[in-house]
Protein backbone atom coordinates (compact mmCIF):
# COMPACT_ATOMS: atom_id res chain seq x y z
CA UNK A 1 0.00 0.00 0.00
CA UNK A 2 1.22 3.20 -1.04
CA UNK A 3 2.43 5.29 1.96
CA UNK A 4 1.90 9.22 2.55
CA UNK A 5 3.51 10.93 4.76
CA UNK A 6 1.54 13.83 6.13
CA UNK A 7 3.54 16.44 6.83
CA UNK A 8 2.56 19.68 9.17
CA UNK A 9 4.96 21.26 9.19
CA UNK A 10 4.85 25.00 11.35
CA UNK A 11 5.67 28.02 11.24
CA UNK A 12 6.88 30.04 14.19
CA UNK A 13 9.67 33.89 11.22
CA UNK A 14 12.31 34.70 8.12
CA UNK A 15 16.12 31.48 7.62
CA UNK A 16 17.06 33.00 6.79
CA UNK A 17 14.68 32.58 6.32
CA UNK A 18 16.00 31.22 7.38
CA UNK A 19 19.37 31.56 6.13
CA UNK A 20 17.74 32.84 8.35
CA UNK A 21 18.90 33.33 9.82
CA UNK A 22 22.28 33.80 7.19
CA UNK A 23 24.43 36.45 8.62
CA UNK A 24 26.83 37.01 5.44
CA UNK A 25 26.15 39.07 2.41
CA UNK A 26 26.57 37.27 -0.53
CA UNK A 27 26.64 38.54 -3.82
CA UNK A 28 23.44 38.13 -6.22
CA UNK A 29 22.90 36.22 -9.95
CA UNK A 30 21.06 37.78 -12.38
CA UNK A 31 17.02 36.96 -12.30
CA UNK A 32 14.77 36.05 -14.93
CA UNK A 33 13.44 39.84 -15.63
CA UNK A 34 10.14 38.20 -15.76
CA UNK A 35 10.71 38.80 -12.14
CA UNK A 36 11.76 42.20 -12.38
CA UNK A 37 14.03 41.20 -9.86
CA UNK A 38 16.95 43.75 -8.39
CA UNK A 39 19.60 43.67 -5.48
CA UNK A 40 19.14 46.15 -3.01
CA UNK A 41 21.47 48.22 -3.75
CA UNK A 42 20.80 48.86 -7.24
CA UNK A 43 17.12 50.62 -6.11
CA UNK A 44 15.75 53.10 -3.71
CA UNK A 45 14.07 51.35 -0.41
CA UNK A 46 10.68 50.45 -2.29
CA UNK A 47 10.99 51.01 -5.65
CA UNK A 48 11.96 48.72 -8.32
CA UNK A 49 11.94 48.69 -12.13
CA UNK A 50 8.92 48.43 -13.68
CA UNK A 51 8.67 45.50 -16.82
CA UNK A 52 5.22 44.58 -16.87
CA UNK A 53 2.62 44.94 -19.14
CA UNK A 54 0.72 48.26 -18.69
CA UNK A 55 -2.11 48.54 -16.78
CA UNK A 56 -1.16 45.70 -14.29
CA UNK A 57 -1.09 46.23 -10.80
CA UNK A 58 2.34 46.25 -9.12
CA UNK A 59 3.34 44.72 -6.12
CA UNK A 60 6.96 45.41 -4.31
CA UNK A 61 8.26 42.68 -2.61
CA UNK A 62 10.97 42.92 -0.24
CA UNK A 63 12.48 39.51 1.01
CA UNK A 64 16.27 37.86 2.06
CA UNK A 65 16.52 34.92 -0.21
CA UNK A 66 19.41 35.64 -3.10
CA UNK A 67 18.58 33.64 -6.35
CA UNK A 68 22.00 31.85 -5.90
CA UNK A 69 20.56 29.60 -2.82
CA UNK A 70 18.18 26.93 -3.46
CA UNK A 71 15.33 28.30 -1.51
CA UNK A 72 15.51 31.49 -3.61
CA UNK A 73 16.00 30.26 -6.53
CA UNK A 74 12.43 28.30 -5.98
CA UNK A 75 10.81 31.25 -4.56
CA UNK A 76 11.75 33.39 -8.03
CA UNK A 77 10.56 30.25 -10.04
CA UNK A 78 7.13 30.95 -8.35
CA UNK A 79 7.09 34.00 -8.88
CA UNK A 80 7.80 34.28 -12.36
CA UNK A 81 5.08 31.68 -12.71
CA UNK A 82 2.58 34.01 -10.72
CA UNK A 83 3.67 36.71 -12.93
CA UNK A 84 2.81 34.92 -16.05
CA UNK A 85 -0.25 33.61 -15.13
CA UNK A 86 -1.30 36.97 -14.34
CA UNK A 87 0.22 38.56 -17.05
CA UNK A 88 -1.40 41.83 -17.59
CA UNK A 89 -3.39 42.25 -14.27
CA UNK A 90 -1.12 41.48 -11.79
CA UNK A 91 3.10 42.24 -11.27
CA UNK A 92 5.78 41.13 -8.51
CA UNK A 93 8.73 42.96 -8.75
CA UNK A 94 11.16 42.01 -6.01
CA UNK A 95 13.91 43.43 -4.30
CA UNK A 96 16.89 41.33 -2.20
CA UNK A 97 18.70 41.61 0.63
CA UNK A 98 20.42 38.38 1.20
CA UNK A 99 22.25 39.83 4.39
CA UNK A 100 19.49 38.70 7.04
CA UNK A 101 20.12 40.52 10.07
CA UNK A 102 20.58 44.05 8.45
CA UNK A 103 17.56 43.69 6.20
CA UNK A 104 15.35 42.95 9.37
CA UNK A 105 16.55 46.18 10.65
CA UNK A 106 16.06 47.66 7.17
CA UNK A 107 12.38 46.69 7.17
CA UNK A 108 11.81 48.36 10.57
CA UNK A 109 13.16 51.53 9.30
CA UNK A 110 10.80 51.15 6.04
CA UNK A 111 7.68 50.69 8.25
CA UNK A 112 8.93 53.80 10.58
CA UNK A 113 9.29 55.77 7.07
CA UNK A 114 6.04 55.02 5.33
CA UNK A 115 7.73 53.40 2.67
CA UNK A 116 6.87 49.84 3.94
CA UNK A 117 7.18 46.89 1.26
CA UNK A 118 4.04 46.17 -0.37
CA UNK A 119 4.64 42.37 0.42
CA UNK A 120 7.79 40.97 2.99
CA UNK A 121 9.27 38.87 5.10
CA UNK A 122 10.48 39.11 8.74
CA UNK A 123 11.45 36.88 12.04
CA UNK A 124 8.15 36.65 14.64
CA UNK A 125 9.33 37.60 18.11
CA UNK A 126 6.81 37.94 20.81
CA UNK A 127 8.98 39.98 22.55
CA UNK A 128 8.92 42.12 19.93
CA UNK A 129 5.70 43.55 18.31
CA UNK A 130 6.76 46.74 16.87
CA UNK A 131 5.69 45.79 13.62
CA UNK A 132 2.04 44.37 14.21
CA UNK A 133 1.60 47.80 16.65
CA UNK A 134 3.03 50.34 13.85
CA UNK A 135 -0.50 50.24 12.97
CA UNK A 136 0.85 50.00 9.20
CA UNK A 137 0.13 46.56 8.45
CA UNK A 138 -2.44 45.01 6.17
CA UNK A 139 -5.08 42.89 8.55
CA UNK A 140 -6.07 39.50 6.50
CA UNK A 141 -8.69 38.92 8.80
CA UNK A 142 -11.47 39.37 6.43
CA UNK A 143 -9.75 36.96 3.55
CA UNK A 144 -8.99 33.76 5.77
CA UNK A 145 -11.39 31.94 5.73
CA UNK A 146 -11.83 27.98 6.67
CA UNK A 147 -10.42 26.95 3.12
CA UNK A 148 -7.43 28.89 3.78
CA UNK A 149 -6.91 28.18 7.04
CA UNK A 150 -7.02 24.54 6.59
CA UNK A 151 -3.57 25.49 5.02
CA UNK A 152 -1.78 25.78 7.88
CA UNK A 153 -0.33 24.29 10.81
CA UNK A 154 -2.13 24.25 14.28
CA UNK A 155 -1.57 27.00 16.43
CA UNK A 156 -0.07 29.63 13.13
CA UNK A 157 -3.03 31.68 13.06
CA UNK A 158 -3.58 32.05 17.09
CA UNK A 159 0.00 32.78 17.09
CA UNK A 160 -0.07 35.45 14.54
CA UNK A 161 -3.32 36.95 15.53
CA UNK A 162 -2.34 40.39 17.40
CA UNK A 163 -5.30 42.48 18.61
CA UNK A 164 -7.45 40.93 16.87
CA UNK A 165 -5.84 41.21 13.88
CA UNK A 166 -3.65 38.52 11.58
CA UNK A 167 -1.14 40.61 9.89
CA UNK A 168 0.70 37.95 9.04
CA UNK A 169 0.57 34.73 6.50
CA UNK A 170 1.75 31.94 8.32
CA UNK A 171 5.01 30.53 5.84
CA UNK A 172 8.32 29.38 7.28
CA UNK A 173 8.93 27.71 10.44
CA UNK A 174 12.39 24.98 10.50
CA UNK A 175 13.83 22.71 12.58
CA UNK A 176 17.69 23.57 13.14
CA UNK A 177 18.99 19.93 13.09
CA UNK A 178 22.31 18.05 14.18
CA UNK A 179 24.22 17.77 10.72
CA UNK A 180 27.35 15.63 10.84
CA UNK A 181 30.37 14.21 8.86
CA UNK A 182 30.13 10.81 9.01
CA UNK A 183 33.96 10.29 7.35
CA UNK A 184 35.10 12.58 10.03
CA UNK A 185 33.34 10.34 12.81
CA UNK A 186 34.60 7.35 11.44
CA UNK A 187 37.92 8.86 11.31
CA UNK A 188 37.96 9.68 14.78
CA UNK A 189 36.95 6.35 15.55
CA UNK A 190 33.01 7.24 16.74
CA UNK A 191 30.78 4.45 14.86
CA UNK A 192 27.43 6.22 15.59
CA UNK A 193 26.15 9.81 16.48
CA UNK A 194 25.94 9.69 20.86
CA UNK A 195 22.60 9.18 22.14
CA UNK A 196 23.48 11.60 24.88
CA UNK A 197 25.48 14.78 25.88
CA UNK A 198 27.95 13.33 28.08
CA UNK A 199 28.86 10.70 24.81
CA UNK A 200 28.78 13.84 22.68
CA UNK A 201 31.65 15.91 25.16
CA UNK A 202 33.24 12.04 24.64
CA UNK A 203 33.32 12.41 20.57
CA UNK A 204 34.62 16.01 20.83
CA UNK A 205 37.38 14.72 22.39
CA UNK A 206 38.20 11.88 19.67
CA UNK A 207 37.62 14.49 17.37
CA UNK A 208 40.48 17.05 18.31
CA UNK A 209 42.51 14.30 18.54
CA UNK A 210 42.57 14.06 14.77
CA UNK A 211 42.95 17.53 14.38
CA UNK A 212 39.10 18.34 13.55
CA UNK A 213 37.22 21.03 15.21
CA UNK A 214 33.87 18.95 16.34
CA UNK A 215 31.43 22.32 16.27
CA UNK A 216 31.14 24.76 14.09
CA UNK A 217 30.15 27.95 16.13
CA UNK A 218 29.67 31.53 16.04
CA UNK A 219 29.57 34.91 18.10
CA UNK A 220 28.67 37.42 15.71
CA UNK A 221 24.92 38.59 14.76
CA UNK A 222 21.98 36.24 16.05
CA UNK A 223 25.18 33.71 16.57
CA UNK A 224 22.48 31.00 15.09
CA UNK A 225 24.43 28.08 15.33
CA UNK A 226 25.39 28.40 19.04
CA UNK A 227 22.35 29.58 20.07
CA UNK A 228 20.70 26.52 19.06
CA UNK A 229 23.47 24.49 20.44
CA UNK A 230 22.99 26.59 23.49
CA UNK A 231 18.45 25.86 23.07
CA UNK A 232 18.97 21.95 22.35
CA UNK A 233 21.20 22.21 25.60
CA UNK A 234 18.65 24.12 27.91
CA UNK A 235 16.03 21.98 26.91
CA UNK A 236 17.37 18.96 27.65
CA UNK A 237 17.33 20.34 31.56
CA UNK A 238 14.20 22.18 31.82
CA UNK A 239 11.92 20.25 28.79
CA UNK A 240 10.50 21.75 26.10
CA UNK A 241 7.46 22.55 27.67
CA UNK A 242 8.98 24.44 30.40
CA UNK A 243 10.86 26.70 27.95
CA UNK A 244 7.74 27.06 25.60
CA UNK A 245 5.93 28.88 28.46
CA UNK A 246 8.11 31.82 28.36
CA UNK A 247 8.92 34.08 31.40
CA UNK A 248 12.65 34.97 32.79
CA UNK A 249 15.77 33.32 31.39
CA UNK A 250 17.17 33.36 34.83
CA UNK A 251 16.64 30.12 36.24
CA UNK A 252 18.91 26.89 36.97
CA UNK A 253 18.21 25.30 34.10
CA UNK A 254 19.67 27.84 31.99
CA UNK A 255 22.35 28.34 34.08
CA UNK A 256 23.51 25.22 33.73
CA UNK A 257 23.20 25.26 30.15
CA UNK A 258 25.28 27.69 29.83
CA UNK A 259 27.84 25.66 32.03
CA UNK A 260 27.86 22.63 29.31
CA UNK A 261 27.71 25.43 26.48
CA UNK A 262 30.70 26.84 28.33
CA UNK A 263 32.17 23.66 28.14
CA UNK A 264 31.67 23.12 24.37
CA UNK A 265 32.94 26.52 22.97
CA UNK A 266 36.44 24.54 23.59
CA UNK A 267 35.65 22.47 20.70
CA UNK A 268 35.04 24.81 18.23
CA UNK A 269 37.57 26.79 15.78
CA UNK A 270 39.63 29.82 16.14
CA UNK A 271 37.48 31.97 13.91
CA UNK A 272 34.13 31.29 15.63
CA UNK A 273 34.34 34.46 18.07
CA UNK A 274 33.19 37.14 15.84
CA UNK A 275 32.62 35.05 13.27
CA UNK A 276 29.36 35.06 11.44
CA UNK A 277 27.01 32.89 9.44
CA UNK A 278 28.97 32.35 6.25
CA UNK A 279 32.46 32.01 8.17
CA UNK A 280 30.90 29.00 10.41
CA UNK A 281 29.25 27.57 7.64
CA UNK A 282 32.05 27.40 5.79
CA UNK A 283 33.98 25.81 7.87
CA UNK A 284 31.64 22.89 7.89
CA UNK A 285 31.14 22.58 4.30
CA UNK A 286 35.01 22.51 3.60
CA UNK A 287 35.23 19.81 6.26
CA UNK A 288 37.34 21.72 9.31
CA UNK A 289 34.51 21.11 11.56
CA UNK A 290 32.52 17.59 12.00
CA UNK A 291 29.37 19.22 13.40
CA UNK A 292 26.85 21.93 12.77
CA UNK A 293 23.52 22.93 14.09
CA UNK A 294 21.50 23.88 11.15
CA UNK A 295 18.09 24.34 8.78
CA UNK A 296 17.47 22.72 5.99
CA UNK A 297 18.61 25.64 3.67
CA UNK A 298 22.25 23.76 4.46
CA UNK A 299 21.79 21.59 2.34
CA UNK A 300 22.30 23.00 -1.42
CA UNK A 301 25.92 24.41 0.05
CA UNK A 302 26.64 20.66 0.62
CA UNK A 303 26.46 19.27 -2.49
CA UNK A 304 30.41 17.84 -2.77
CA UNK A 305 30.21 16.36 0.41
CA UNK A 306 26.49 15.29 0.79
CA UNK A 307 27.02 11.65 0.72
CA UNK A 308 29.40 12.17 3.60
CA UNK A 309 26.72 14.05 5.75
CA UNK A 310 24.07 12.73 8.23
CA UNK A 311 21.61 14.25 9.92
CA UNK A 312 20.93 12.86 13.96
CA UNK A 313 18.23 12.66 16.25
CA UNK A 314 19.15 15.38 19.49
CA UNK A 315 21.16 13.93 22.16
CA UNK A 316 19.68 14.22 25.98
CA UNK A 317 21.01 13.99 29.28
CA UNK A 318 19.03 10.16 29.61
CA UNK A 319 16.79 11.45 32.24
CA UNK A 320 13.81 11.50 30.50
CA UNK A 321 13.21 14.89 31.00
CA UNK A 322 12.51 15.42 27.14
CA UNK A 323 11.80 12.72 24.47
CA UNK A 324 14.64 11.74 22.41
CA UNK A 325 14.86 13.24 18.98
CA UNK A 326 13.14 16.17 19.85
CA UNK A 327 14.11 19.86 17.94
CA UNK A 328 14.70 22.99 17.79
CA UNK A 329 13.09 25.25 15.63
CA UNK A 330 13.73 28.64 14.09
CA UNK A 331 10.96 31.37 14.52
CA UNK A 332 7.97 31.90 12.32
CA UNK A 333 9.09 33.87 9.38
CA UNK A 334 5.67 35.17 8.29
CA UNK A 335 4.52 37.46 4.93
CA UNK A 336 3.24 40.51 5.69
CA UNK A 337 1.90 43.53 3.78
CA UNK A 338 1.85 47.29 4.10
CA UNK A 339 -1.73 48.61 4.90
CA UNK A 340 -3.47 50.07 1.43
CA UNK A 341 -5.53 51.97 0.16
CA UNK A 342 -6.33 50.84 -3.13
CA UNK A 343 -9.12 47.52 -2.49
CA UNK A 344 -7.79 45.93 -5.97
CA UNK A 345 -4.29 45.98 -5.32
CA UNK A 346 -5.12 44.43 -1.28
CA UNK A 347 -6.92 42.07 -3.54
CA UNK A 348 -4.42 41.08 -5.31
CA UNK A 349 -1.44 40.54 -2.46
CA UNK A 350 -3.95 38.30 -1.30
CA UNK A 351 -4.52 36.27 -4.29
CA UNK A 352 -0.76 36.39 -4.31
CA UNK A 353 -0.56 34.78 -0.71
CA UNK A 354 -3.07 32.21 -1.73
CA UNK A 355 -0.89 30.93 -4.28
CA UNK A 356 2.36 30.96 -2.38
CA UNK A 357 0.99 29.02 0.40
CA UNK A 358 -1.20 26.62 -1.95
CA UNK A 359 -0.38 22.98 -2.18
CA UNK A 360 1.63 22.87 -5.76
CA UNK A 361 3.80 25.68 -4.43
CA UNK A 362 4.58 24.19 -0.79
CA UNK A 363 5.74 20.85 -2.50
CA UNK A 364 8.17 22.91 -5.01
CA UNK A 365 9.50 25.26 -2.63
CA UNK A 366 9.99 21.89 -0.23
CA UNK A 367 11.44 19.72 -2.88
CA UNK A 368 12.86 22.31 -5.02
CA UNK A 369 14.14 24.87 -2.28
CA UNK A 370 14.59 22.76 0.38
CA UNK A 371 12.44 25.00 2.83
CA UNK A 372 10.25 23.78 5.45
CA UNK A 373 6.60 25.62 5.86
CA UNK A 374 3.52 26.14 8.10
CA UNK A 375 1.32 24.99 5.37
CA UNK A 376 0.40 21.26 5.08
CA UNK A 377 2.73 19.19 2.92
CA UNK A 378 2.13 15.74 1.34
CA UNK A 379 4.61 13.42 0.32
CA UNK A 380 4.30 10.09 -1.17
CA UNK A 381 6.83 7.29 -0.37
CA UNK A 382 8.36 7.63 -3.82
CA UNK A 383 8.63 11.45 -3.60
CA UNK A 384 10.43 11.24 -0.32
CA UNK A 385 12.60 9.04 -1.76
CA UNK A 386 13.47 11.12 -4.57
CA UNK A 387 14.08 13.85 -2.58
CA UNK A 388 17.52 13.53 -2.28
CA UNK A 389 19.98 12.12 0.34
CA UNK A 390 20.13 15.18 2.89
CA UNK A 391 16.35 16.62 2.17
CA UNK A 392 14.81 12.95 2.60
CA UNK A 393 17.08 12.01 5.83
CA UNK A 394 16.02 15.64 6.84
CA UNK A 395 11.80 15.27 6.42
CA UNK A 396 12.39 11.94 8.02
CA UNK A 397 14.13 13.01 11.35
CA UNK A 398 12.47 16.46 11.46
CA UNK A 399 8.84 14.51 10.89
CA UNK A 400 9.75 11.91 13.86
CA UNK A 401 9.96 14.95 16.44
CA UNK A 402 7.76 14.72 19.29
CA UNK A 403 7.90 17.71 20.55
CA UNK A 404 9.79 21.14 20.19
CA UNK A 405 11.20 24.49 21.12
CA UNK A 406 11.99 27.61 19.50
CA UNK A 407 15.67 28.84 19.67
CA UNK A 408 15.69 31.08 22.74
CA UNK A 409 17.29 33.78 20.77
CA UNK A 410 14.33 34.28 18.54
CA UNK A 411 12.19 35.34 21.35
CA UNK A 412 14.89 37.69 23.00
CA UNK A 413 14.48 41.44 23.43
CA UNK A 414 16.20 44.35 20.84
CA UNK A 415 18.12 45.09 24.07
CA UNK A 416 18.87 41.37 24.46
CA UNK A 417 19.76 40.33 21.17
CA UNK A 418 21.89 43.42 20.65
CA UNK A 419 24.06 42.46 24.10
CA UNK A 420 24.45 38.63 22.86
CA UNK A 421 26.83 39.01 20.89
CA UNK A 422 29.46 40.29 23.42
CA UNK A 423 28.37 38.30 26.63
CA UNK A 424 28.83 35.07 24.41
CA UNK A 425 32.38 36.18 23.23
CA UNK A 426 32.76 37.05 27.00
CA UNK A 427 31.22 33.72 28.18
CA UNK A 428 33.99 31.90 25.53
CA UNK A 429 36.72 34.07 26.74
CA UNK A 430 36.23 33.67 30.45
CA UNK A 431 35.59 37.29 30.90
CA UNK A 432 32.09 36.27 32.65
CA UNK A 433 31.16 33.16 34.40
CA UNK A 434 27.85 31.37 32.93
CA UNK A 435 26.27 32.64 35.70
CA UNK A 436 26.91 36.15 35.26
CA UNK A 437 26.21 35.55 31.73
CA UNK A 438 22.71 34.49 32.35
CA UNK A 439 22.65 37.44 34.68
CA UNK A 440 23.02 40.11 32.46
CA UNK A 441 21.15 38.16 29.56
CA UNK A 442 18.30 38.28 31.33
CA UNK A 443 18.58 41.46 32.68
CA UNK A 444 18.45 42.85 29.05
CA UNK A 445 15.73 40.65 28.80
CA UNK A 446 13.50 42.72 30.93
Known amino acids: MKKVFALFI ?3 MMVGLLTACSSGTKEEKN ?37 DSTRGAALDSLITKFNKENEGKIHINVTVNPDFPAYQEKVKAMIATDTTPDIFHYNFNPNDLSRQNSGKL ?42 YNKELFEKAGITEFPATWDGVLEACEKLKVIGVAPFSLYTADDAWYTCNLLSYIAASYAGTETLNTGGSIDTPEMVKAAKFLRKLLDY ?6 GANYSVAMNNFASEKT ?85 A ?32 VQRNLTTAANAALPSLLESLALDVVTPEEFIKQLSAENE
Not at 53 to 66: L, R, T
Not at 379 to 401: D, F, R
Open 10 to 12: SML
Open 376 to 407: KLTLSEEELKNSGVLLSQYITVNSASAESIVN
Open 31 to 67: TPAENTETTEDAVSDSATSDTSSEGAIEINMYHSWST
Open 268 to 273: TTGDAI
Open 290 to 374: AMVIDGPWLIGSLGEIENKIGIASAPTFGDGIVKPGFTVTDAQTPWAAAKQDDPAKEEAIVKFMKFITSDESTKQLTLEGSVFLS
Open 138 to 179: MDFSSYMDDEWASRFGEGDIETLTINGELTSIPFEKAGALIY
